[in-house]
Protein backbone atom coordinates (compact mmCIF):
# COMPACT_ATOMS: atom_id res chain seq x y z
CA UNK A 1 0.00 0.00 0.00
CA UNK A 2 1.08 3.59 -1.02
CA UNK A 3 1.61 5.49 2.38
CA UNK A 4 2.93 8.83 3.11
CA UNK A 5 4.04 10.04 6.68
CA UNK A 6 3.35 13.23 8.11
CA UNK A 7 5.24 15.09 10.81
CA UNK A 8 2.82 13.98 13.64
CA UNK A 9 3.08 10.24 12.28
CA UNK A 10 -0.60 9.78 10.75
CA UNK A 11 -0.70 7.46 7.78
CA UNK A 12 -3.15 8.29 4.85
CA UNK A 13 -3.52 5.82 2.11
CA UNK A 14 -4.47 6.97 -1.51
CA UNK A 15 -7.59 6.60 -1.88
CA UNK A 16 -8.43 8.37 0.94
CA UNK A 17 -5.78 11.42 -0.26
CA UNK A 18 -8.00 10.89 -4.09
CA UNK A 19 -11.21 11.36 -2.68
CA UNK A 20 -10.44 14.40 -0.44
CA UNK A 21 -8.63 15.98 -3.45
CA UNK A 22 -11.44 15.50 -6.10
CA UNK A 23 -14.05 16.51 -3.32
CA UNK A 24 -11.84 19.72 -2.34
CA UNK A 25 -11.91 20.45 -6.34
CA UNK A 26 -15.80 20.34 -6.90
CA UNK A 27 -16.42 22.09 -3.48
CA UNK A 28 -13.79 25.13 -4.58
CA UNK A 29 -16.35 26.02 -7.24
CA UNK A 30 -19.37 25.84 -5.33
CA UNK A 31 -20.67 28.83 -3.37
CA UNK A 32 -19.50 29.30 0.07
CA UNK A 33 -21.63 27.84 2.63
CA UNK A 34 -24.22 25.89 0.11
CA UNK A 35 -21.97 22.79 1.00
CA UNK A 36 -23.27 22.44 4.07
CA UNK A 37 -26.72 22.26 3.26
CA UNK A 38 -26.30 20.00 0.02
CA UNK A 39 -29.30 17.01 0.18
CA UNK A 40 -28.92 13.84 -1.60
CA UNK A 41 -30.48 13.23 -5.32
CA UNK A 42 -34.19 12.77 -5.66
CA UNK A 43 -34.83 12.11 -8.88
CA UNK A 44 -38.06 11.03 -10.65
CA UNK A 45 -36.46 7.84 -11.52
CA UNK A 46 -33.51 5.69 -9.44
CA UNK A 47 -33.11 3.84 -12.67
CA UNK A 48 -29.67 3.02 -13.59
CA UNK A 49 -29.54 2.46 -17.29
CA UNK A 50 -26.30 0.64 -18.20
CA UNK A 51 -24.04 1.88 -19.34
CA UNK A 52 -25.44 5.18 -20.35
CA UNK A 53 -27.48 6.88 -17.15
CA UNK A 54 -28.06 6.91 -13.81
CA UNK A 55 -31.34 8.69 -12.52
CA UNK A 56 -31.63 10.22 -15.87
CA UNK A 57 -28.46 12.22 -15.41
CA UNK A 58 -26.89 11.79 -18.56
CA UNK A 59 -23.11 12.19 -20.76
CA UNK A 60 -23.40 15.40 -22.85
CA UNK A 61 -26.22 17.41 -21.05
CA UNK A 62 -26.14 20.58 -19.25
CA UNK A 63 -25.28 20.38 -15.69
CA UNK A 64 -28.78 22.64 -14.84
CA UNK A 65 -30.58 19.66 -16.54
CA UNK A 66 -28.73 17.28 -14.96
CA UNK A 67 -29.30 18.70 -11.14
CA UNK A 68 -32.89 19.32 -12.32
CA UNK A 69 -33.08 15.39 -13.54
CA UNK A 70 -31.70 14.58 -9.77
CA UNK A 71 -34.29 16.75 -7.77
CA UNK A 72 -32.36 20.47 -8.36
CA UNK A 73 -31.53 20.25 -4.85
CA UNK A 74 -27.30 19.75 -5.53
CA UNK A 75 -24.64 22.63 -4.50
CA UNK A 76 -23.09 23.51 -7.94
CA UNK A 77 -20.82 25.78 -9.03
CA UNK A 78 -18.74 25.96 -12.21
CA UNK A 79 -17.52 22.91 -12.93
CA UNK A 80 -20.11 20.65 -11.66
CA UNK A 81 -22.97 19.76 -8.29
CA UNK A 82 -22.16 17.95 -4.96
CA UNK A 83 -25.35 16.14 -3.67
CA UNK A 84 -24.58 14.83 0.48
CA UNK A 85 -21.87 14.94 2.78
CA UNK A 86 -18.54 13.73 1.94
CA UNK A 87 -18.13 10.90 4.79
CA UNK A 88 -21.70 10.76 6.09
CA UNK A 89 -23.42 8.00 6.78
CA UNK A 90 -26.22 8.21 3.53
CA UNK A 91 -23.40 9.23 1.10
CA UNK A 92 -22.98 11.46 -1.69
CA UNK A 93 -23.14 12.37 -5.07
CA UNK A 94 -21.27 14.04 -7.53
CA UNK A 95 -21.56 15.74 -11.59
CA UNK A 96 -18.98 17.33 -13.47
CA UNK A 97 -19.16 18.91 -16.40
CA UNK A 98 -16.56 20.86 -19.18
CA UNK A 99 -19.21 21.94 -21.47
CA UNK A 100 -21.75 19.51 -21.31
CA UNK A 101 -21.55 16.37 -18.29
CA UNK A 102 -18.85 14.59 -18.32
CA UNK A 103 -19.01 12.85 -15.30
CA UNK A 104 -21.84 11.63 -12.59
CA UNK A 105 -21.47 9.18 -9.98
CA UNK A 106 -23.38 8.30 -6.17
CA UNK A 107 -20.60 7.33 -4.08
CA UNK A 108 -22.41 5.04 -1.10
CA UNK A 109 -21.07 5.17 3.13
CA UNK A 110 -22.29 1.77 4.59
CA UNK A 111 -23.72 2.02 8.01
CA UNK A 112 -22.61 -2.06 8.66
CA UNK A 113 -21.17 -4.42 6.38
CA UNK A 114 -23.05 -3.16 3.18
CA UNK A 115 -26.25 -1.79 4.48
CA UNK A 116 -26.68 1.47 2.86
CA UNK A 117 -29.45 4.13 3.41
CA UNK A 118 -30.85 7.29 2.05
CA UNK A 119 -31.78 7.98 -1.50
CA UNK A 120 -28.66 6.51 -2.80
CA UNK A 121 -30.14 3.44 -1.63
CA UNK A 122 -32.40 3.36 -4.14
CA UNK A 123 -30.58 3.69 -7.40
CA UNK A 124 -30.78 0.43 -9.31
CA UNK A 125 -30.07 -1.47 -12.45
CA UNK A 126 -32.89 -3.50 -14.26
CA UNK A 127 -30.62 -6.48 -13.16
CA UNK A 128 -30.81 -5.26 -9.52
CA UNK A 129 -27.11 -3.62 -9.09
CA UNK A 130 -27.24 -0.98 -6.66
CA UNK A 131 -25.07 -0.13 -3.65
CA UNK A 132 -24.17 -3.19 -1.48
CA UNK A 133 -24.46 -5.57 -4.23
CA UNK A 134 -21.48 -7.91 -4.67
CA UNK A 135 -18.64 -7.96 -7.17
CA UNK A 136 -20.27 -12.01 -7.97
CA UNK A 137 -23.49 -10.30 -8.71
CA UNK A 138 -22.05 -7.56 -10.76
CA UNK A 139 -20.40 -10.07 -13.03
CA UNK A 140 -23.05 -12.17 -13.41
CA UNK A 141 -25.12 -9.25 -14.39
CA UNK A 142 -22.81 -8.31 -16.75
CA UNK A 143 -20.71 -10.57 -18.17
CA UNK A 144 -18.88 -8.81 -20.43
CA UNK A 145 -17.61 -6.39 -17.90
CA UNK A 146 -13.89 -5.66 -17.55
CA UNK A 147 -11.72 -5.59 -14.79
CA UNK A 148 -9.97 -2.11 -14.03
CA UNK A 149 -8.08 -0.29 -11.34
CA UNK A 150 -6.34 -1.94 -8.73
CA UNK A 151 -5.67 -3.60 -5.60
CA UNK A 152 -6.62 -0.26 -4.13
CA UNK A 153 -10.01 1.45 -6.48
CA UNK A 154 -10.78 -2.10 -7.88
CA UNK A 155 -13.94 -1.73 -10.52
CA UNK A 156 -15.70 -3.33 -13.14
CA UNK A 157 -16.20 -1.09 -16.75
CA UNK A 158 -18.94 -1.72 -19.25
CA UNK A 159 -18.23 -0.10 -22.60
CA UNK A 160 -21.03 2.42 -23.60
CA UNK A 161 -20.87 5.09 -27.35
CA UNK A 162 -17.15 6.20 -28.15
CA UNK A 163 -15.14 6.56 -25.34
CA UNK A 164 -17.19 6.63 -22.68
CA UNK A 165 -18.13 4.05 -19.90
CA UNK A 166 -20.23 2.88 -16.82
CA UNK A 167 -18.01 1.33 -13.68
CA UNK A 168 -19.10 -0.06 -10.80
CA UNK A 169 -16.23 0.74 -7.65
CA UNK A 170 -15.89 -2.46 -5.12
CA UNK A 171 -15.04 -2.25 -0.90
CA UNK A 172 -13.92 -5.98 0.02
CA UNK A 173 -15.65 -7.02 -2.61
CA UNK A 174 -19.21 -4.91 -2.88
CA UNK A 175 -20.15 -2.28 -4.83
CA UNK A 176 -19.48 0.91 -2.91
CA UNK A 177 -19.91 3.46 -5.75
CA UNK A 178 -21.37 3.22 -9.51
CA UNK A 179 -20.79 6.38 -11.95
CA UNK A 180 -20.23 6.98 -15.95
CA UNK A 181 -17.94 9.27 -17.29
CA UNK A 182 -17.44 10.38 -21.23
CA UNK A 183 -13.73 8.34 -20.92
CA UNK A 184 -12.28 11.37 -22.76
CA UNK A 185 -9.96 12.40 -20.08
Given at each position: ??????????????????????????????????????????????????????????????????????????????????Y??????????T????????????????????????????????????????????????????????????????K?????????????G????????????
Amino acid sequence: MLVSRYPNGERDDMKQRLTFLVTLAVSLTIPAGALAHSNLPEPDSYKIKVPTSIGGVELGQTLKAADKAWGGVGSCGSIGCQYGHLYADTGDATITRDGGVTDAAIYGDAVKGHEYRGSLSRFKTNRKIKLGSSEKAVKKAYPNAKSDGDKYFPRLIIKGKGKSFMWFGFDNGFVDSIGITDGKK
